[in-house]
T-cell receptor, first 114, second 115 residues
Framework: AQSVTQLDSQVPVFEEAPVELRCNYSSSVSVYLFWYVQYPNQGLQLLLKYLSGSTLVKGINGFEAEFNKSQTSFHLRKPSVHISDTAEYFCAVFSSGSARQLTFGSGTQLTVLP | DAGVIQSPRHEVTEMGQEVTLRCKPISGHNSLFWYRQTMMRGLELLIYFNNNVPIDDSGMPEDRFSAKMPNASFSTLKIQPSEPRDSAVYFC?????????????FGQGTRLTVV
C-alpha cells in the first residue's frame, strides 16, 4: 500500500519570503510524484511532477520540488512567494505496482500575508 | 479538449432524495476517479475505473453510494438516499494511465448540499 504524509496543515508566510511545503511518501514499488494546487472554489491543477531523471523538478509559477529517494520525500519550495500563491497544496503519489492509482496527502493551506 | 466536465456545478437537495453526479472525462483517457472533499476529511478517493471497469471501490463510504461507467466518455456517482453528512465537493478526474502518462486532470467539482 502507498501513503502520503503532508506534515503541515497550515503554513502562514509573509510576501516575498521563501517557503517549503513538506511531503513524505511510502511505497514498496517505484513511484511517480506530483504536487497539485487548489485555489478557492476551483478544482485541482497540476503544479509539477517527478517521473524520472533529474531529481530537481521545476513547475509553474516559480515552484520547484526535489525528489529524495533515501528520505522518501518530495518537498515543494518557492524562493519568494506572492499573495496570489495563497491556496491549498496537495502532494500525491502514483505507484507503478498493481494498484495503479493516485493517492493524495491531506493538503497544506499556504497563506501569504502582506 | 474542454477538460473534464462535471455536472451539475452545484446541487442542493433534501435528505432522502436521490442525487446523481455526472462526469465526462477527457477523450482518450482510460482511467477515471471520483473524489470527495470535505473540511474534516480532506480529499478522499471513492472509486476509480480503468477501461470502464471499477478497479477499487474501497473508498465508497456506504451502500448508499454507487458509481457506474457505461462507456469511456461518461460516468455517474449516485447517492440514494442522500443524507446531510454527504454534503461535500465531489471531484471527477481522468488520466491516460499508460506508461509515464499518469497525470490526473480534475473537473471543477460538484458542490453538494443535503439539507
Amino acid at each position: 500500500a502507498q501513503s502520503v504524509t503532508q506534515l503541515d496543515s497550515q503554513v502562514p508566510v509573509f510576501e516575498e519570503a521563501p517557503v517549503e511545503l513538506r511531503c513524505n511518501y511510502s511505497s514498496s514499488v517505484s513511484v511517480y510524484l506530483f504536487w497539485y494546487v487548489q485555489y478557492p472554489n476551483q478544482g485541482l491543477q497540476l503544479l509539477l511532477k517527478y517521473l524520472s531523471g533529474s531529481t530537481l523538478v521545476k513547475g509553474i509559477n516559480g515552484f520547484e520540488a526535489e525528489f529524495n529517494k533515501s528520505q522518501t520525500s518530495f518537498h515543494l519550495r518557492k524562493p519568494s512567494v506572492h499573495i496570489s500563491d495563497t491556496a491549498e497544496y496537495f502532494c500525491a503519489v502514483f505507484s507503478s505496482g498493481s494498484a495503479r492509482q493516485l493517492t493524495f496527502g491531506s493538503g497544506t493551506q499556504l497563506t501569504v500575508l502582506p | 479538449d474542454a477538460g473534464v466536465i462535471q455536472s451539475p456545478r452545484h446541487e442542493v437537495t433534501e435528505m432522502g432524495q436521490e442525487v446523481t453526479l455526472r462526469c465526462k472525462p477527457i477523450s482518450g483517457h482510460n482511467s477515471l476517479f471520483w473524489y470527495r472533499q470535505t473540511m474534516m476529511r480532506g480529499l478522499e478517493l471513492l472509486i476509480y475505473f480503468n477501461n470502464n471497469v471499477p478497479i477499487d471501490d474501497s473508498g465508497m463510504p456506504e451502500d448508499r453510494f454507487s458509481a457506474k461507467m457505461p462507456n469511456a466518455s461518461f460516468s455517474t456517482l449516485k447517492i440514494q438516499p442522500s443524507e446531510p453528512r454527504d454534503s461535500a465537493v465531489y471531484f471527477c478526474a481522468s488520466s491516460m494511465n499508460r506508461g509515464l502518462n499518469t497525470e490526473a486532470f480534475f473537473g471543477q467539482g460538484t458542490r453538494l448540499t443535503v439539507v
